[in-house]
T-cell receptor, first 112, second 117 residues
Framework: DADVTQTPRNRITKTGKRIMLECSQT?????MYWYRQDPGLGLRLIYY???????NKGEISDGYSVSRQAQAKFSLSLESAIPNQTALYFC???????????FGDGTRLSIL | AQTVTQSQPEMSVQEAETVTLSCTYD???????LFWYKQPPSRQMILVIR??????QNATENRFSVNFQKAAKSFSLKISDSQLGDAAMYFC??????????????FGQGTTLQVKP
């Protein structure tokens, strides 16, 4: 089983719909991150969390919200999806110290 | 704020040859980490190599090595003996040092590497 699991893998939906992307991890890491990947822009940070009571905005948080339901689960929501939120979304975790981030396999989201 | 720039959107290399991918960054910090990630068509993000800024020695992982020039703020990736499986998008990334930092990664735009048989 993957250490960082994202669901769904792909999703097509319509403008105005509420969407939730889920991330769960078995690594026992406290730190979790949501990134968005767009062509020509690389990955950009949406939100990050250090524990269930510590949620922080990244550089592109507008239009998104998150929930840290447990240490192992970190969900990203789009309350009212719009076409320019079409992108590849990644969840990542990181342990303490100088450990690198571990990424899930991404969710490709298309908003029509 | 830190920035990372990859100025080569696309590169190509002949199988078994060597290719170098460029990355420059801007920061006022003296301690930090630099990374290269590989993203194949399967879209996984795979860590290729990392460099701690305090280390003068360039990192090496098998056929992958870096040329870290701290004063020039340059961090290039060299792939030797290129293989078809090296074809992917490569991202350069920066992370601040220290226990108080967020641990977030700042990514470049990516370079798509094509390997020709």
């Amino acid at each position: 089983d993957a250490d960082v699991t994202q669901t769904p893998r792909n999703r097509i939906t319509k403008t105005g719909k509420r969407i939730m992307l889920e991330c769960s991890q078995t690594k026992g890491h406290d730190r979790m991150y949501w990134y968005r990947q767009d062509p020509g822009l690389g990955l950009r940070l949406i939100y990050y969390s250090f524990d269930v009571k510590d949620i922080n905005k990244g550089e592109i948080s507008d239009g998104y919200s998150v929930s840290r339901q447990a240490q192992a689960k970190f969900s990203l929501s789009l309350e009212s999806a719009i076409p320019n939120q079409t992108a590849l979304y990644f969840c990542a975790t990181r342990g303490p110290g100088n450990q690198p981030q571990h990424f899930g396999d991404g969710t490709r989201l298309s908003i029509l | 704020a830190q920035t990372v720039t990859q100025s080569q959107p696309e590169m190509s290399v002949q199988e078994a040859e060597t290719v170098t991918l460029s990355c420059t960054y801007d920061t006022s910090e003296s301690d930090y980490y630099l990374f290269w990630y590989k993203q194949p068509p399967s879209r996984q993000m795979i860590l290729v190599i990392r460099q701690e800024a305090y280390k003068q020695q360039n990192a090496t992982e098998n056929r992958f090595s870096v040329n870290f020039q701290k004063a020039a703020k340059s961090f290039s990736l060299k792939i030797s003996d290129s293989q078809l499986g090296d074809a992917a998008m490569y991202f350069c990334a920066y992370r601040s040092w220290g226990s108080s930092n967020t641990g977030k990664l700042i990514f470049g735009q990516g370079t798509t590497l094509q390997v020709k048989p």
